[in-house]
């Protein structure tokens, strides 16, 4: 299946990547061949297969309610690349 | 002339002890980024759990609004760009959320009206961004508080309905105990879908009015929105599908511009969560814990305890209220007397300017101790605002408060005795009035001896010793 330039532009847009023309041309071609090649699956009849939300078995995988001690601020704020010793910071993000 | 049709879509936090998907404490306020750890903050690498409550709630909620409880669901990720969301997409249920359809009743001017619900489902609510200057500033305590999310059906089409709907909404969710539904907190918080068509005719486009957080905001968005479409189509316009926000100082709603192009969240299912399944014995088990609702309490209010419907309608509408008269109740056993007393004394104190909210500062067995003493002729209905006052949100006891600020009212007959002589003698025309026959005067000088006593003195002793003193004369 023929991945598009409109397509690659799309999804480089969703995911905020700027892509060179260079990129671009090279991204058509790795999509267009991933798509292809998980073609195959078409040829297996699932109809009978119910459709799958986990490829693992297992369901129910909880925790109680229960409150744990929070990290030191300091400790989770030392990975910002901007930071006041309160809050993360970041540019003016209004929507 | 145009007829609207809204849907609404109701955020509600779950009043849970953690955080939805880590242990850090679920709690309003608190210094920035201090109930965090790297689960909700997004760090890389990180894996949640789910919450077994938050679902429990989520269930709770659908069985109160009459939904289908889901067999089987499961989690989905929500992918879009804002620093609210530090992984860069929300932890949400797409297509097996936990509950679908239902229904609510609500009531307006007498009538009981119903709004279908599409669906209940559970996801993880966002940080703060606060703008300051060139930057925003981000705290995520917030982030990873189990939020609960209710979608109407298009069964709406005023804005007296959407704010009645609300209110009877927010009343189950406090009654069935899964959110202290704080508007002004942000622990409900609701958007609104309008469109509007002539009618008989099909539905027009619909706009999006997000994030309101108060009956008002909701109330005047509405009528905003309605006008606008109105003006847009009259002029020959058309309505454009949109986010809308609403300024609620200015009044006025606004358009999210840019947002189309980047509109397509590539929801895909989360490789960290699994399906959660609930047997049917689950469901029954969260079935039973629900506690009793608005319409049973009226039932036994009325029919049990004697109270007029207009009482129990007015003690039910909130649930701290409701379990405060049942509280009281129980000790002091005079339900009307209670009941005339927290509807007076109590909702006008508890009542806070800007808010839908009543507080309450004073326990059941308080307020029955306040009650009895005013019973039993220690204080007088006027001095109990001053205990109440004295024991509201404090540790107080209202009989050390009598005590404390000397209220106990005065029933020496002979000390009384004379300071009715006293106003009789400084009112003698209202006295002379009261020989004639005209018993009204008899409040007028109760209030007398009232006021020259400053409030100390039992009025009924007073009210019997004016009798007593004028008919001897």
Known sequence: MKVTRKEVERIAALGRLELSEEQKR????????????????????????????????????LRPDKAEPSFERDALLANAPERDGECYIVPRAVE | MYEMTLGLEIHCELKTESKIFC??????????????????????????????????????????????????????????????????????????????????????????????????????????????????????????????????????HSEAEAVAFLDGLKSVLKYIGVSDVKMQEG???????????????????????????????????????????????????????????????????????????????????EPDLMPVVLSGEKIEEIRKAIPRLKKERIAIYTEKLGLPLYDARILTADKD??????????????????????????????????????????????????????????????????VLDAVWNGAESPLAAVERLGLRQNSDSGELESAVKEVIAANASAAEQYKAGNQKVAAFLVGQVMKATKGKSNPKLVGELIEKLLKTN
């Open chain 2, 23 to 156: 242990g850090c404490r679920n709690e309003f306020g608190g210094e920035p980024n201090t109930h965090c750890c790297p689960v909700c903050s997004g760090f890389p690498g990180v894996m949640p759990v789910l919450n077994e409550k938050a679902v429990e709630y989520t269930v709770r909620t659908g069985l109160a609004l009459n939904c289908e409880i889901s067999r089987y669901s499961k989690w989905d990720r929500k992918n879009y760009f804002y620093p609210d969301l530090p992984k860069a997409w929300q932890t949400s249920q797409y297509d097996l959320p936990l509950c679908k359809g239902g229904f609510v009743e609500y009531e307006l001017d007498g009538k009981i009206k119903t709004v279908r619900i599409n669906r209940i489902h559970l996801e993880e609510d966002a940080g703060k961004l606060l703008h300051e200057g060139g930057v925003s500033r981000i705290d995520y305590n917030r982030s990873g508080v189990p939020l609960m999310e209710i979608v109407t059906e298009p069964d709406l």
């Open chain 1, 26 to 61: 090279e991204m058509e071609a790795h999509l267009s061949g991933m798509t292809e090649h998980f073609k195959m699956l078409d040829a297996v009849d699932t109809s009978s297969v119910p459709p799958t939300a986990h490829i693992l078995d297992k369901v129910n995988v």
């Open chain 2, 187 to 269: 622990s409900l918080r609701c958007d609104v879908n309008l469109s509007v068509a002539k009618p008989g005719q099909k539905l027009g486009t619909r706009t999006e009015t997000k994030n309101l957080n108060s009956f008002s905001a909701v109330k005047r968005s509405i009528l905003f929105e309605y006008d606008r479409q109105c003006g847009v189509l009259n002029a020959g316009g058309t309505i454009t599908q949109e986010t809308r926000r609403w300024d609620d100082n200015k009044s006025v709603g606004y358009s999210m511009r840019g947002k189309e192009d980047a509109h397509d969240y590539r929801y895909f299912p």
């Open chain 2, 321 to 386: 209220i409701a379990d405060l008269f049942e509280g009281t109740a129980a000790v002091f056993k005079n339900p009307k007397k209670a009941s005339n007393y927290i509807m007076s004394e109590i909702m006008r104190k508890g009542k806070r300017e800007g808010s839908e909210d009543v507080e309450i500062g004073v326990s059941p067995a308080a307020l029955a101790e306040i009650l009895t003493l005013i019973d039993s002729g220690v204080i007088s209905l006027a001095a109990s605002k001053d």
